[in-house]
T-cell receptor, first 116, second 115 residues
Framework: DQQVKQNSPSLSVQEGRISILNCDYT??????FLWYKKYPAEGPTFLIS?????DKNEDGRFTVFLNKSAKHLSLHIVPSQPGDSAVYFC???????????????FGKGTKLSVIP | DTEVTQTPKHLVMGMTNKKSLKCEQH?????MYWYKQKAKKPPELMFV???????INESVPSRFSPECPNSSLLNLHLHALQPEDSALYLC??????????????FGPGTRLTVL
């Protein structure tokens, strides 16, 4: 049973336009959400995060929105650039993971292609 | 140095082989992780080490044997693997067990193929 879902495996966007990547989750015990970006042949790199007590977090061109009632978050990239082309993973952290260590549950990823 | 390195980049092995994956970081991080990622699937946690002690084993089969010989190194010893174990193996680290999760650094991964 997948607790973090990214239902769009891929997304193509024109350079300069907005990219919107979506993520849904099912576990109401998640308290922190993160977006990672992954280029081929590299490990995931942290992009932006949001605590469950907030509904928006902004960092430059990247904004993450959280709708707790809908158990939905989205990543907006404005304006999109060709260098943003990568796989984007949504991840969620359990408020308490039992063993004392915060563990992440990842979505399957969405491949973003920004067309020049 | 804010890098997690992994060797080898690619590994092809037979089901009877014994091989090891290596992960190294020199950021003084004391929590280190192994993840497994199959194609078109999310990364899945396998093991967590904290201060060189195994803290979490996510019910991983014994043909995978982790080892943390010192605070900078994390190995994953492989023996009698199955073709379905073919995947990208990612190592990650962060300052400590309780450091914010957004400070977890990932390595580039080892692409493992089991024939």
């Amino acid at each position: 049973d997948q607790q973090v879902k990214q239902n769009s495996p891929s997304l193509s966007v024109q350079e300069g336009r907005i990219s919107i990547l979506n993520c849904d989750y099912t576990n109401s015990m998640f308290d922190y959400f993160l977006w990672y970006k992954k280029y081929p042949a590299e490990g995931p790199t942290f992009l932006i995060s949001i605590s469950s007590i907030k509904d928006k977090n902004e960092d430059g061109r990247f904004t993450v929105f959280l709708n707790k009632s809908a158990k939905h978050l989205s990543l907006h990239i404005v304006p999109s650039q060709p260098g943003d082309s990568a796989v984007y993973f949504c991840a969620a952290r359990l408020a308490y993971s039992g063993a004392g260590s915060y563990q992440l549950t990842f979505g399957k990823g969405t491949k973003l292609s920004v067309i020049p | 140095d804010t890098e997690v390195t992994q060797t080898p980049k690619h590994l092809v092995m037979g089901m009877t082989n014994k091989k090891s994956l290596k992960c190294e970081q020199h950021m003084g991080h004391r929590a280190m992780y192994w993840y497994k990622q199959k194609a078109k699937k999310p990364p899945e946690l396998m093991f967590v080490y904290s201060y060189e002690k195994l803290s979490i084993n996510e019910s991983v089969p014994s043909r995978f044997s982790p080892e943390c010989p010192n605070s900078s190194l994390l190995n994953l010893h492989l023996h009698a693997l199955q073709p379905e174990d073919s995947a990208l193996y990612l190592c990650a680290s962060k300052r400590s067990y309780f450091t914010d999760i957004n400070e977890q650094f990932f390595g580039p991964g080892t692409r493992l193929t089991v024939l």
